[in-house]
């Protein structure tokens, strides 16, 4: 098991439907990670999907290429852009 803790630092929106109430999010972390995570907001936000960006090797398993380890922190992750008021921030500056 790897000790690593996604540490959400920014998030930018990436893009939007609205009308479908879907939404993509670039998410950086503390330690330089950088997520892609696809929310739908209806009835409310949900996370949906996430991937690595493959700009730095994965802080988990150390692989540059694709890997899934991001998944076991969908929850923990979805609770910080939630704490963070994260939605609020990104769709704003959008
Ligand atoms: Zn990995």
Redesign the pocket.
């Known amino acids: 098991m790897s000790s690593y803790r996604p540490s959400v630092d920014n998030v930018i929106l990436a893009s939007s439907n609205e009308k479908d109430g879907l939404y993509e999010f670039i998410v950086h972390m503390v330690d330089g990670t950088e997520c892609r995570v696809f929310y739908n907001r209806t009835p409310e936000w949900k996370l949906t999907n996430i991937s690595?960006l493959q700009k730095t090797p994965?802080p988990?398993?150390r692989?540059d290429f694709i890997?899934?380890?991001m998944e076991s922190f969908t929850g923990e992750i979805d609770q910080q852009m939630n704490e963070g008021q994260w939605f609020e921030k990104a769709a704003t500056k959008a």
């Open positions: 690595r994965c988990v398993c692989k890997c899934r380890c």
